[in-house]
């Protein structure tokens, strides 16, 4: 039972653009919510991360909006650069008890110069 | 470096045999959690410690188990291992009992069952 969804397995943008990657989760428990990126033989490291009582959250480069009736979140990059290709990872955690983050499968960002 | 060290970073053994891979957390952090990347799959959650004893655990294998020691170091031992057992597996440890502010990962243990 997958409960966060990246339907993306890849998404290739052109450097300056915007990218959105995006993300879907069922658990209407989940309360929090993070992004990772991840490079080549590399751990994944934290992006930023959303609480389920806001809709927005900015960071430099990067927006994270969260759609709770639809149960979707994205991450905006802009303007994106090569540094940012990179695997993503969307990660929920439920404010029920379980503490572990449950993780998309990752969508591949290729920024192309 | 993100202060979480994995050890060993490659590891090559056939079926049936039996391995440890070995976590360091982060300095002060007290909460360690290992994770399951195999081809094309998500970070599937494997278990928790927090403070050396076990917190949560997910779809873990029975022949898989793991502890964290005194010293807050963590092991996952794999038995009885099986081709599909191949996979990169991650740790990643928190300051705190949750990981509402975020893990700090490892860079992993690529396993090989050959």
């Known amino acids: 039972d997958q409960q966060v969804k990246q339907n993306s397995p890849s998404l290739s943008v052109q450097e300056g653009r915007i990218s959105i990657l995006n993300c879907d989760y069922t658990n209407s428990m989940f309360d929090y919510f993070l992004w990772y990126k991840k490079y080549p033989a590399e751990g994944p490291t934290f992006l930023i991360s959303?609480?389920?009582?806001?809709d927005k959250n900015e960071d430099g480069r990067f927006t994270v909006f969260l759609n709770k009736s639809a149960k979707h979140l994205s991450l905006h990059i802009v303007p994106s650069q090569p540094g940012d290709s990179a695997v993503y990872f969307c990660?929920?955690?439920?404010?029920?008890?379980?503490?572990?983050?449950?993780f998309g499968t990752g969508t591949r960002l290729t920024i192309i110069p | 470096d993100s202060g979480v060290t994995q050890t060993p970073k490659h590891l090559i053994t056939a079926t049936g045999q039996r391995v440890t891979l070995r976590c360091s957390p982060r300095?002060?952090?007290?909460?360690v959690y290992w994770y399951q990347q195999s081809l094309d799959q998500g970070l599937q959650f494997l278990i928790q410690?927090?403070?050396?004893?076990?917190?949560a655990k997910g779809n873990i294998l029975e022949r898989f188990s793991a502890q964290q020691f005194p010293d807050l170091h963590s092991e996952l031992n794999l038995s009885s291992l099986e081709l599909g057992d191949s996979a990169l597996y991650f740790c990643?440890?928190?300051?705190?009992?949750?990981?509402?502010?975020?893990?700090?990962f490892g860079s992993g243990t690529r396993l090989t069952v050959v």
């Open positions: 990643a440890s928190s300051p705190q009992l949750t990981g509402q502010y975020g893990y700090t």
């Open positions: 410690y927090y403070n050396g004893e076990e917190r």
């Open positions: 990660a929920a955690r439920s404010n029920f008890g379980n503490e572990k983050l449950t």
């Open positions: 959303i609480s389920s009582i806001k």
């Open positions: 300095s002060g952090d007290l909460s």
